[in-house]
């Protein structure tokens, strides 16, 4: 980090859950180009990520591929040491990996699918987290960022499972927040708003058009809106920001 720039990233080094596609790969890509070396991770389709990662490098950016289920504690240690190994320890942690989220009523939802949730959205989280954290209380710096969603303030029907898997998130990284202050390590979540993205490609275009009428801005998100964001958060420009959670979503939850 250069002090004629507070938003330069340059000798950290980023992991980026669930990075292969969509908001992660725009994270990503974004934190690299703010010149970081970025650990770019998936869990599965390994021909999407190679081909996400060709594209990080032809940016111009530096990182490493990594494959790992980040709800599973051996994957998660096995990954904060390659990283390590091959990049240096993870100075900015985005907690971002995700799972299907179908839309039902809870007499649909089992148990199971529940644990689901919980297991990516607090589970992974606290996996995370307890792998990075020594290298960035050792050093006194560090950022978290959790990517939650605007559900939470919207109470979104028919999607409870989610929702409260994603305000267990909210409660976490609140906490943390103000456990990690003293060492110099920020906590933060964003908050994005419905941004279509490679999985949004069969939603109902009447869907689509229903929620795009209520967005203030009067425009859809894009991707590189949420990557502005994420490296606004891990910039030493934010250094005396935690605990909050920035929602990126044109002023839907604004009231």
Not at 167 to 187: D, K, M
Request: charged fraction near 20%.
């Amino acid at each position: 980090m250069t002090k004629s720039n507070p938003f330069s990233l340059e000798g950290r080094v980023a992991l980026v859950t669930g990075s292969s596609t969509g908001l992660g790969r725009a994270m990503a890509m974004a934190l690299g180009q703010a010149g970081a070396k970025v650990a770019i991770n998936y869990s599965n389709n390994s021909g999407r990520a190679e081909r996400a990662f060709a594209q990080f490098q032809e940016a111009g950016c530096q990182g490493m591929l990594a494959r790992a289920d980040v709800t599973k504690s051996d994957d998660v240690r096995r990954l904060a040491k390659q990283i390590a190994d091959q990049l240096g320890p993870v100075d900015i942690l985005v907690i971002n990996a995700t799972c299907d989220q179908p839309h039902q009523p809870i007499e649909q939802y089992d148990w199971d699918f529940y644990q689901a949730m919980i297991d990516f959205f607090i589970k992974s989280p606290f996996l995370l987290t307890h792998a990075c954290l020594p290298h960035m209380k050792e050093r006194r710096w560090g950022r978290i960022i959790n990517v939650g969603s605007e559900v939470i303030q919207r109470g979104v029907p028919n999607f409870t499972a989610y929702v409260a898997a994603k305000g267990g998130q909210n409660g976490f990284h609140r906490s943390l927040a103000t456990e990690l202050a003293p060492f110099g390590i920020t906590v933060n979540m964003i908050s994005p708003g419905w941004i279509p993205v490679e999985r949004h490609e069969k939603d109902p275009q009447a869907e689509k058009d229903a929620y795009r009428a209520l967005v203030p801005a009067n425009r859809w998100g894009v991707p590189e809106d949420v990557g502005g964001a994420v490296v606004f958060l891990a910039s030493e420009a934010a250094s005396f920001i935690t605990g909050q959670n920035l929602c990126i979503n044109g002023g839907m939850t604004v009231a």
